[in-house]
């Protein structure tokens, strides 16, 4: 007879994280000496640019090893503020306004502590990152999802948004660039979402990740510049994605004072403070425009994007447009009329090709993959190569 006391129901009645799963399961697969094309995790194969490198090494070998304040380092929240100013044209005090971040996923923890109590709701999109549903679910919240379709261009119909909304809806949870339909809002997509935000008196939080990497031409706005959103809304977002910095686990929140001193509050119980010398090469980075080795980077992920998003396009049974913004494709493949799942896991098992299955974002995800595209060339084309190969034979 097991006498060992129960963990906790949040734990045993939560999923394992789709995204961060199949890319652990390829590590493994690599180590033990399998040829696996890898375009699971949302993840640049390029290394942190060396300034910001030799930045954190000088931080380092100048002592810059203890604690900082909880809010995060002076330096650090001053470059936020001027990168704010710069690229989104905000004015944000970094004494009361801001925040360092472990990375969004412990803004948004710290986010969702702050904003709800037990048995509220929080609605998120669907499909939307898979993470969002188990931290709503950790702090006692509902997530409430609300389809993305494709007939709408994966953007909220508003009647519907609307429709969702309950006596113990507190907050909308909101993603642009979007993870994983790669749809990056506009101006007027803002306003309308605003509209619905301030007329239920609802707080946002407002996961902006992939802020630098939009497409074609596209420009990211941030949702504070309109009108009454200040108050009610969190940014938050990192460096993992537009420095190639995903190891380094630094980012940051904004938001009115309010908000901000009561994420403070928790900050100090829960992790003190990050890390100091990843605030100083984050600083770096933020301080400044981005550098042209940066830009480079960028530049080639939308290449590549596009390079991907054709060719899935022209295998037989995929439908899969280039994304209006981050570095992977949303792959319709419900022609194939195989469960995503199940295409997933036999891609990996057959042809040692790793994707995420649409299904794990949420409901309106299924008959869709997600594929990766900041990889290098020769990933890229013989990966696109396993998966014709895989499709043909699924379609006799």
Same mark, same amino acid.
């Given at each position: 007879m097991d006498t060992t006391p129960n963990i906790s129901d949040?734990?045993?009645?939560?999923?394992?994280?789709?995204?961060?799963?199949?890319?652990?399961?390829?590590?493994?697969?690599k180590e033990s000496g399998e040829a696996v094309v890898d375009f699971s995790a949302a993840r640049a194969f390029e290394p942190t640019p060396a300034y910001l490198v030799d930045e954190a090494i000088r931080a380092m070998t100048e002592g810059d090893t203890h604690q900082t304040m909880a809010r995060g380092t002076t330096d650090y929240r001053r470059a936020i503020a001027a990168k704010l100013k710069r690229e989104n044209g905000i004015d944000a005090d970094p004494e009361t306004e801001i925040i360092a971040t472990m990375g969004v996923k412990?803004?948004?923890?710290?986010?969702?502590?702050?904003?709800?109590?037990?048995?509220?709701?929080?609605?998120? *999109?669907?499909?939307?990152?898979?993470?969002?549903?188990?931290?709503?679910?950790?702090?006692?919240?509902?997530?409430v999802p609300v389809p993305l379709r494709a007939v709408n261009g994966f953007r909220w119909d508003m009647d519907e948004?609307?429709?969702?909304?309950?006596?113990?809806?507190?907050?909308?949870?909101?993603?642009?660039?979007?993870?994983? =339909?790669?749809?990056?809002?506009?101006?007027?997509?803002?306003?309308?979402?605003?509209?619905?935000?301030?007329r239920h008196n609802l707080f946002l939080m407002s996961d902006e990740v992939y802020e630098r990497i939009p497409w074609a031409?596209?420009?990211?706005?941030?949702?504070? =510049?309109?009108?009454?959103?200040? *108050?009610?809304?969190? =940014?938050?977002?990192?460096?993992?994605?537009?420095?190639?910095?995903?190891?380094?686990?630094?980012?940051?929140?904004?938001?009115?004072?309010?908000?901000?001193?009561?994420?403070?509050?928790?900050?100090?119980?829960?992790?003190?403070?990050?890390?100091?010398?990843?605030?100083?090469?984050?600083?770096?980075?933020?301080?400044?425009?981005?550098?042209q080795e940066v830009l480079n980077y960028w530049k080639e992920w939308e290449t590549k994007t596009l390079y991907v998003s054709e060719a899935l396009d022209n295998i037989p049974g995929i439908s899969c447009p280039m994304p209006e913004g981050a570095f992977f494709v949303w792959a319709n493949i419900s022609e194939l009329e195989i469960p995503s799942k199940t295409f997933v896991e036999k891609l990996l098992s057959e042809e040692n090709v790793a994707l995420v299955h649409g299904s794990s974002f949420g409901e309106h995800g299924e008959g869709y993959v997600r594929m990766t595209c900041s990889k290098t060339w020769e990933d890229n084309k013989e990966g696109l190569e396993r998966i014709r190969r895989f499709v043909q034979k699924i379609r006799g």
């Open positions: 949040r734990v045993l009645y939560s999923e394992e994280s789709s995204t961060v799963g199949i890319a652990d399961t390829v590590t493994r697969l412990q803004g948004l923890t710290i986010s969702l502590l702050t904003l709800i109590n037990p048995g509220d709701e929080v609605i998120v *999109e669907d499909p939307c990152f898979p993470s969002y549903k188990q931290l709503i679910h950790y702090m006692g919240g509902k997530a948004l609307s429709a969702a909304i309950t006596s113990r809806t507190k907050a909308i949870l909101f993603n642009s660039p979007q993870n994983p =339909t790669g749809v990056v809002h506009t101006r007027k997509d803002l306003e309308k979402l605003a509209e619905v935000v301030i031409g596209r420009k990211h706005e941030n949702i504070c =510049t309109v009108e009454g959103m200040k *108050e009610r809304t969190i =940014t938050l977002t990192s460096l993992t994605k537009s420095f190639s910095m995903g190891g380094w686990r630094i980012g940051f929140a904004y938001g009115s004072a309010n908000i901000i001193s009561s994420l403070y509050k928790l900050q100090q119980h829960l992790i003190t403070s990050c890390n100091a010398f990843v605030q100083a090469a984050a600083a770096m980075a933020f301080k400044e425009p981005p550098r």
